[in-house]
């Protein structure tokens, strides 16, 4: 392999020159994809990290290209069509993961490999069965090695926050003197707290050979609830990049969530005194990109971007916020993008209109996205006499133009009959023409579409979970069905949106059906064996 520049249109990071702030390292495509519940096909993958490059994240942890040819082939579809952005791959350190890596990072104008290895005495022994010399020369000999192919090198001890600081210390020295810029200390298991947090980075930033010259990281799970003022307290110590995910999503009970320390350093930015790169105005609609495309719904108390975060019921409340908003109000909706009011569309409005209301929701369209999304509208207020917000999001964000198809439905029927069961036909057209009818009986009409689904399509859909929820509101409300399978012993997930729920469902299970015949007629292009998860 000839040494790359992956970074050639952008001058090189000079930590000192540069204005003082904070890089948000965003890991939801990886640490955050990886948990779950939150798998992405490809398409939706690149999706998230246009939204994420839009909202202004400096880099964009695009996946773990060793782990299988998906991952990296979805890093490398990124690389290929983000601008603006660096885009990072995780790499353990071994030389051939570290090619992989460089290679799946090739076409980006920004890249950075980001090498992780253990290094506290539980992990050593039981993980790894390294001794501290070897952990050293294997940090030393990966830098070395990713150095060569990248400009950008990150280098994660794993398990920091358990790892003997003078151990630690050393660690991170070699693999400065190696070649890395940012040194990242992830609290792996997620059980420090703030006052350690500081402390560390404090020492590490006096103790390191050449500190001077890094970046210093936090990585935060949130096993006891502390990832967020656990990185917080990082920043107060001098880190100088946070790696996060939207809606906290990641291993576990997750990463810290990049919307909750965006908004603390804002808010409190009198008590912090740094800022970060991010459109605050984009943190709403990344989210609910986020949720949509997992299928997993955000709690109401959510911090920031929860559907509870700006409401106020009690009289006492509102009688207060009457008289100024600041008595219980720290942050106003509109900056962090929530909608200013639940207006109503229906089957008169235009165009016009529809872009209006789109752009104020966060979301613009191109002219054909906007083409599609006002015939589904317009189909939609058919059937429904006023479109409110849920619904138009429903519409843009079910938007998938890169994967129609294979299948789609074309007649569907359903009965249910007292005492639980149920039976359901569908005829199916595939993109090569041909058209196939099949019938099911279930326990429910939900059973029973999969079943049918399933015999159409002539893939297994063995259910790990299903859910249906409104998306907006009225007895005529649309529902997004999603739909969990194991398959392959992978996870998928489908999901479908109707104001009939078993057409909803039918629409999830095709969904999966068809993510899954289109990864099976895929070409073989392994670049390496799947490796176990991190
Ligand atoms: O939590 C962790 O330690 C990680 C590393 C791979 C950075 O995710
Ligand atoms: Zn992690």
Not at 7 to 34: C, H, K, M, W, Y
Not at 184 to 212: C, H, I, K, Q
């Amino acid at each position: 392999m000839t040494k790359k520049t992956p970074n050639a249109e952008r001058p090189q990071e000079d930590p000192n020159a540069e204005e003082d702030r904070v890089r948000i390292f965003d890991t939801s495509l990886r640490d955050g994809e990886q948990a779950p519940g939150f798998s992405m096909n490809r398409a939706q993958k690149l999706r998230l990290a246009h939204a994420l490059s839009d909202l202004g994240v400096d880099v964009i942890e695009a996946g773990f290209p060793q782990a299988s040819p998906d991952d990296f082939e979805a890093v490398a579809q990124i690389a290929r069509n983000l601008r603006g952005t660096t885009i990072c791959g995780l790499s353990r350190c071994l030389a051939g993961d570290i090619e992989t890596t460089a290679r799946a990072l090739e076409p980006a104008p920004s890249a950075r490999i980001h090498l992780f290895l253990s290094t506290s005495p539980l992990h050593r022994e039981f993980k790894l069965g390294m001794s501290k010399q070897q952990v050293i020369d294997a940090t030393a000999n990966a830098v070395r090695r990713a150095r060569e192919l990248c400009d950008e090198v990150e280098f994660s001890a794993e398990d920091a926050l358990r790892t003997e600081r003078d151990f630690l210390t050393e660690v991170f020295s070699v693999a400065v003197e190696a070649g890395a810029n940012t040194l990242n200390a992830p609290d792996t298991v997620g059980y420090t707290t703030p006052t350690e947090v500081a402390d560390l980075f404090t020492w590490l930033r006096a103790n390191v050979r050449g500190a001077g010259d890094v970046v210093f990281s936090a990585h935060c799970h949130d096993d006891l609830g502390m990832a967020v003022a656990n990185s917080l307290a990082a920043i107060s110590a001098g880190a100088r990049q946070v790696e996060c995910t939207i809606n906290g999503i990641g291993e576990r009970a997750g990463n810290a969530a990049l919307e909750e320390i965006v908004m603390a350093l804002r808010v409190r930015a009198p008590l912090y005194g740094i800022d970060t790169r991010i459109d605050a105005r984009k943190l709403y609609p990344t989210s609910r990109l986020l949720a949509q495309l997992t299928g997993q719904v955000l709690p109401r108390n959510k911090a920031v971007v929860g559907e509870n975060a700006f409401a106020h019921e009690s009289g006492i409340h509102q009688h207060g916020m009457l008289k100024h908003r600041g008595t219980y109000e720290i942050m106003q909706a509109e900056d962090v993008g929530f909608p200013k009011s639940q207006l109503v569309l229906g089957k008169h409005s235009g165009r016009h209109a529809l872009r209006q209301r789109l752009e104020e929701l966060g979301h613009e369209v191109d002219e054909p996205s906007l083409e599609r999304v006002f015939a589904d509208f317009k189909a939609l207020a058919d059937r429904k006499n006023e479109i409110f917000d849920g619904d138009l999001e429903a519409l843009v964000l079910g938007l998938d133009p890169d994967h129609p198809g294979p299948w789609r439905i074309e007649h569907l029927h359903a009965a249910t009959h007292l005492g639980g069961s149920a039976s359901v036909s569908v005829k199916l057209v595939h993109e090569d023409g041909r058209t196939v009818s099949e019938a099911a009986i279930g326990d429910g009409p939900v059973d029973a579409v999969v079943r049918a689904v399933e015999r159409a399509t002539g893939e297994s859909l063995p259910l790990a979970d299903f859910h249906i929820r409104a998306v907006s509101e009225g007895g005529d409300a649309q529902g997004q069905a999603v739909i969990e399978v194991n398959h392959t012993n992978r996870q998928w997930h489908g999901h479908g949106y109707s104001t009939d729920i078993v057409e909803a469902a039918a629409l999830a299970a095709l969904d999966v059906a068809n993510a899954i015949a289109r990864e099976s007629r895929k070409p073989a292009s392994a670049p390496s064996p799947k490796v176990a998860s991190l």
